[in-house]
């Protein structure tokens, strides 16, 4: 855990969830964290707990579908810090229906959101990283797309999309920049209440009832692949319940 300390590290998505967990376990650490989400009072009362423990931490309003707002996510840990160690692309969202069922509302979410929103996340952080001659990527992505299932074909598109885009960049990265995926199965978090589908949103919410693991088992699969050396990159880690098929 010492290669974490004084590592400045942004989270997208921080408001909730998987996101509140990573930076809360990370500052715990020693990690400066700068946290972007839309909701802002979230982001404020995240930010006072990590200060009231002794811990370090910003916050940005960040819609990922405006890429300039990933920029100046960026920007505020550069100011506040001078470096940017690591992009967390945490921000998801999910519509799980047939893909007959046409809604392309959802589809053109998930894909601004998942994959765009992912993209403008490493298109801010790459020059800086450039820049220092370091950094690390980390994407949280999902165990949909690995099991192909009905009702997830776009979400786990984008998913997938995520997956392919990282190992290209891994491959024409010269070890300066590292990259990790993390995909989670199920994992206690508000996930299902922004579905349309309601019988969807109610098989979810049994299922996280049931198996679903605590959001900090993620925060420190997180922990664990940017704590390593410089000249260790840790590819892919899947973290779902052990009871989750």
Partial sequence: MQNIKGKVVAITGASSGIGKAIAL???KNGAKVVLGARRTEKLQQIVEEIKNTGGEAIFHQVDVKDKADLVQLVNAAV?????LDVMVNNAGISQLSRIDELDIAG?????????????YGMAA???????????????IISTSGIKIVPMQ?????????IRTIAEAFRQE???NIRITGISPGFVKTDFANN??????????????????????AIANAVIYAVSQPDDVEIGDIVIRPSKQN
């Fill in 79 to 83: 100011e506040k810090y001078g470096r």
């Fill in 195 to 216: 579905l349309k589908n309601e019988d969807m949103k109610t098989a979810i919410q049994q299922g996280m009832e049931q198996i679903a693991i605590n959001p900090v």
């Fill in 173 to 175: 990265s010269d070890g």
């Fill in 25 to 27: 376990e990370l500052a």
């Fill in 153 to 161: 074909g776009v979400y786990a598109g984008t998913k997938n999309a």
């Fill in 107 to 119: 589809w053109e979410e998930m894909i601004d959101i998942n994959l765009k929103g992912v993209l």
């Fill in 125 to 139: 952080a790459i020059p800086v990283f450039k820049q220092q001659q370091s950094g690390h990527i980390v994407n």
